[in-house]
Nanobody, 126 residues
Framework: QAQLVESGGGLVQPGGSLRLSCAAS????????IAWIRQAPGKEREGVSC????????YYVDSVKGRFTISRDNAKNTVYLQMNGLKPEDTAVYHC???????????????????WGQGMQVTVSS
């Protein structure tokens, strides 16, 4: 069964770091753009970062530039999101998504992507 599986979320204090992983099984990520998309309670869904698995081009929403880094490991069929300098406003459920387009900022719902991960909670709190 083709799917995306996220890991690495959890509770962290403000200023701390987390590394999220998005692993694909049943298909290869090589021909896709992979986005990290988050949604906090009462807020719109937001694409925070995206990477082109073919050429490695990366994109970030302004609010995470300089703090988050997206990377890829094609051999492991996995994408990572290194999150440093975390703030309480980064608290959300984080999903990864695979699609033919890179999604940043305001993004559509889960059914618009070729593949959508189940998501995991990231909580930034003291």
């Amino acid at each position: 069964q083709a799917q995306l599986v996220e890991s690495g979320g959890g509770l962290v204090q403000p200023g701390g770091s987390l590394r999220l992983s998005c692993a694909a099984s049943g298909f290869t990520l090589n021909y896709y753009k992979i986005a990290w998309i988050r949604q906090a309670p009462g807020k719109e869904r937001e694409g925070v970062s995206c990477i082109n698995m073919n050429d490695g081009d990366t994109y970030y929403v302004d609010s995470v530039k300089g703090r988050f880094t997206i990377s890829r490991d094609n051999a492991k069929n996995t994408v990572y999101l290194q999150m440093n300098g975390l703030k309480p406003e980064d608290t959300a459920v984080y999903h990864c998504a695979a699609d033919s387009a890179c999604w940043i900022g305001t993004v559509p719902g889960p059914y618009e992507y070729d593949y959508w991960g189940q998501g995991m909670q990231v909580t930034v709190s003291s």
